[in-house]
């Protein structure tokens, strides 16, 4: 899958029934750069070094605060979009990931967490057309495929929520929506 398809992040436990996940790291690496993040109870210092030379990102041992998984998985995507900040402001927008809040000219604006994500993927990939199919990934992983019909919902609530902003969201007839700065600094 990691070689046909992008990811932000994968998460990685070691103990695993038919590889190990020293082996699946070094498969990854072959044919991807995508951050990993291993997962794993052990926590000698030579496994940590072993883990980051085959090309962890990072390591977590078990166990561990669901608070700080999230706050290293925001990490590592942060690093690999070039960011090193939690808030990112696009036109007249700010949108925070760790208090997940977003602001239009610095006033609030209240979002149901599909619209928050979807403007999530977006600000985090600006630029970059997002065809139905990949919000859709990115909104609900494999275990779940909804109708693409509900990407249409969520962009049009979204657009609403945004109306007043300087940030549109276009949609590119047969191949997807990006988000656009319709007053650019």
Do not use: W
């Not at 072959?30 to 085959?54: G, M, Y």
């Not at 977590?60 to 942060?78: H, M, N, Q, S, Y």
């Not at 999530?120 to 057309?129: G, Q, W």
Request: neutral net charge.
């Amino acid at each position: 899958m990691v070689s046909h398809t992008p990811f932000d992040l994968i998460i990685l436990d070691l103990n695993l029934p038919y590889k190990s996940g020293e082996q699946i790291t070094k498969r990854i690496r072959q044919v991807s750069d995508t951050p990993i993040l291993i997962l794993t109870a052990r926590n000698e210092v030579f496994d940590r070094i072993n883990l980051l030379d085959l090309g962890a990102d990072d390591y977590l041992t078990k166990p561990f605060d669901f608070g700080e998984l999230e706050a290293r998985c925001r990490a590592i995507v942060r690093r690999r979009q070039g960011s090193d900040h939690n808030v990112i402001t696009y036109g007249d927008i700010e949108f925070d990931s760790v208090s997940c809040s977003v602001k239009v000219k610095g006033e609030p604006i209240d979002l149901k967490q599909r619209e928050f994500r979807l403007l999530e993927i977006f600000i985090t990939h600006l630029n970059r057309v997002m065809s139905k199919e990949e919000l859709i990934e990115h909104l609900y992983g494999y275990s779940s495929t909804p109708n693409l019909n509900a990407i249409e919902t969520y962009v049009g609530r979204l657009r609403k929520s945004l109306s007043h902003s300087s940030v549109e969201i276009k949609t590119l007839r047969g191949l997807g929506y990006v988000l656009n700065n319709a007053c650019p600094n």
